[in-house]
């Protein structure tokens, strides 16, 4: 059980497009979302904390309007990161709460050209 | 602020050895501690955990010990194996929101 999958697993785009990433808990329901970055032999880095169905409490330093957060339901969280750029590139991870206890998806690698 | 640290960056074993890593903490209000193990290209994988009302904690071929006294846990892993290779976190978990805070990794190589 408590399985996570996130959407896409890499993917490489241009500077200045947006990129949305989906996390999507298979098997459970999360009201509570985390997103982590990880840069290269880096620890994880929190983003933001999202609950269903209202806005996302971003962590300090970390830009609300550049990386959009929407859990729009409890098995589906999207991150879009807006006019990406080349320092946007990074390894990105969802971690749904379950009863107290994180999981996390496998990962979505974001290279920005 | 908080923070979760680890001693060493790297740790090479031979395989079969056993495995010692490191983790200090900051805050002594912590009372909740997960090891993640995180291999390449992948997320974080919930190894064992601890809470502060117990000094050791063992799982299958692995075993936390946490020290309160001087903020320091650790992850010994017995006969280690090349599959063991991966990136080591140890996290604390805070009371509020639940979300885990990380400490900066050690990379475990086995050697065959």
């Known amino acids: 059980g408590a399985v996570v999958s996130q959407h896409p697993s890499r993917v490489i785009c241009k500077s200045g497009t947006s990129v949305k990433i989906e996390c999507r808990s298979l098997d459970f329901q999360a009201t509570t979302m985390f997103w982590y970055r990880q840069f290269p032999k880096k620890s994880l880095m929190l983003m933001a904390t999202s609950n269903e169905g209202s806005k996302a409490t971003y962590e300090q330093g970390v830009e609300k309007d550049k990386f959009l957060i929407n859990h729009a339901s409890l098995t589906l969280s999207t991150l879009t990161v807006t006019s990406a750029h080349p320092e946007d590139s990074s390894f990105y991870i969802c971690s749904p709460l379950l009863r107290e206890t994180q999981y996390f998806g496998p990962g979505t690698r974001l290279l920005v050209l | 602020g908080e923070s979760v640290g680890l001693h060493l960056p790297t740790l090479s074993v031979q395989e079969g050895d056993n495995s010692i890593i490191n983790c200090a903490y900051s805050n002594s209000a912590s009372d909740y501690f997960i090891w993640y193990k995180q291999e390449s290209g992948k997320g974080p994988q919930f190894i064992i955990d601890?809470?502060?009302?117990?000094d050791k904690r063992q799982g299958q071929r692995v075993t936390v010990l946490l020290n309160k006294t001087v903020k320091h846990l650790s992850l010994q892993i017995a006969a280690t194996q090349p599959g063991d290779s991966a990136v080591y976190f140890c996290a604390e978990k805070g009371t509020n929101a639940g979300k885990s805070t990380f400490g900066d990794g050690t990379t475990l190589t086995v050697k065959p």
């Open positions: 601890i809470r502060s009302n117990m």
